[in-house]
């Protein structure tokens, strides 16, 4: 619909296997295939779609690494030209430094507009990546602008936030969770962290996670979009499939929450920049000897 | 327990009557009792809990308002005493300047210890109250440290955050949620916030919201505790009533998640104060004339 600001968004949800380059490309072409197929304007594949998660060690997440030059997102770049869709999608890179890390590229009509380099490495990707040091990006497509969180990142608050407060309109999160712990109920963490930013951001999330079993961590399969209420637009995929939803990118960039209130002209920040009072008292942890009575850090 | 860091939490779901001081001093009284007899240490009472919420006007407030030495918080330092337990609560306060504010108190054995003027006005509060100037505060009592965020407070990250950073056990959370739109299924709004403040942050939320009809607004009810992990450890209370818990502040101070995260220590401070990377390229808004162009803010 043309001067529309509506348009469709994607999410994969895979099961890419380790070490399986050849074949995981193909598993990604085909969701993209089947996203523009879904009428698309842009599809989110996982975190580490090209290689796997569950790296034996730092040598076999190199083994699996490659540039964005390489292969993976060379095929991304021509497909996203093919299918006229803007593609973001995590993976195992080997940086011009010689670094690895776990990246995520933006890619539209065949260009590769921002690789964004995960800051917040989760628990043995500490073993096998180099974090990124630069903020991370929100990039202008013909779908909108669209801001990147590789999983871990999108657990912190501050990410989100600069995102939305640099002009996103989409969260693109590709992410790869691994079942910790008994599931909260009744909405897994990976989902309560994706309706709360979208909420107090009024801005659309589109995660894709992935399924499956390697190597026995079994996946959360949290893929969703979730819409600048907090509400979820799309029902659990039980396993490997793609979820789309119609969004309107106007409503992300109507901040206005109620009649007299805008989520982030509301902001204190002169108030943000202080550290919390702290009030000290006598009925301190001395009552409690249990706990260290280490100082407020 | 003598030693240990277990103890009990209470919040009490009611609803205060608009202008009956008197009543709404009696209605907290016995949920603060009612709380001493569950073996709470700390009791949390709704937002505006003296006054009731929906003020005709700014007049009305003003004469619903009184100091922090006023029979309210008069009433409360001598319940706290009795009982041997903490109390936050919030009231319609008159403050020493003049104004009308939303505040909260925190009061112990007798004794006042923080006063917080809430933050972040929602909807016809900014025509009643002046928002505070000071960050929220951090309060050492004998039940933990306890953080302050009234209702609004809390849907920005960045209050839960600093309180969190500030060494934040529990964070108190009197709140007056007017049902607004078709709440968010599986879980209300004031519950997502709930559950992803206290898991991004690994803290205890405990949340006393407010119930019934008040000329003609309806109230969510949604009231909870949540532990650090974000799993929610008490019921809905379908009406006026106390929920508790028992909680264990060592939890709390250990922000580990995982064997090899910690999610304060894996911030990356020197990346949130820069704004987000934005990626300008041809395949912008020009494409969708139905959007504005206006300017990244």
């Known amino acids: 619909m043309p001067g529309s600001s509506e348009l469709r968004v994607a999410v994969a949800q895979l099961a890419p296997r380790i070490g399986d380059l050849d074949g995981n490309r193909q598993r990604a072409a085909s969701a993209i295939a089947a996203a523009a197929d879904a009428g698309a304007a842009v ?26 030059d390489g292969p993976s997102v060379e095929g991304w770049r021509a497909l996203a030209g093919d299918h006229g869709l803007v593609i973001v999608a ?23 507009l921002a690789v964004h380099r995960k800051a917040h490495l989760w628990d043995r990707e500490k073993l096998c990546f180099v974090p990124g040091s630069v903020p991370p990006p929100v ?6 602008r669209i801001g990147v969180a590789v999983c871990y990142d999108a657990f912190f608050p501050e990410v989100m936030r600069m995102l939305s407060l640099a002009g ?15 599931p909260l109920e009744p909405l897994v ?3 309560i962290t994706a309706c709360a930013s979208a909420q107090v951001n009024r801005v659309y999330v589109a995660q ?20 600048p209420d907090g509400r979820m637009l799309t029902e659990k995929a039980p396993g490997e499939g793609l979820l789309t939803a119609t969004i309107d990118l106007a409503r992300a960039r109507d901040k206005a929450f109620g009649q007299r209130n805008d989520v982030l002209g509301d902001r204190r920040p002169e108030l943000y920049s202080r550290a919390a009072t702290v009030v000290a008292s006598e009925h301190g942890d001395t009552a409690r000897p249990g706990l260290a009575s280490s100082a407020i850090a």
């Not at 990039?139 to 909108?144: E, K, L, P």
């Not at 996103?168 to 910790?180: C, E």
């Open 168 to 182: 996103a309109d989409i969260i693109a999160v590709p992410m790869n969770a691994p079942v910790l712990a008994p």
């Open 43 to 68: 599809v989110v594949l996982p975190e580490l779609c090209t290689s796997g998660y569950v790296f034996a060690d730092a040598r076999e997440a190199r083994a699996l690494a490659e540039p964005v």
């Open 139 to 144: 990039v202008q497509t013909s779908a909108g």
């Open 208 to 227: 894709a996670d992935r399924t499956g079993t390697e190597r026995g961590v079994e996946w959360v399969g949290a893929s969703v979009i979730v819409d």
């Open 90 to 112: 995590g993976l195992c890179e080997l940086d011009d430094d010689g670094a690895v890390r776990n990246s995520a590229v933006v890619i539209e009509r065949g260009e590769l």
């Open 189 to 191: 963490a990976d989902l």
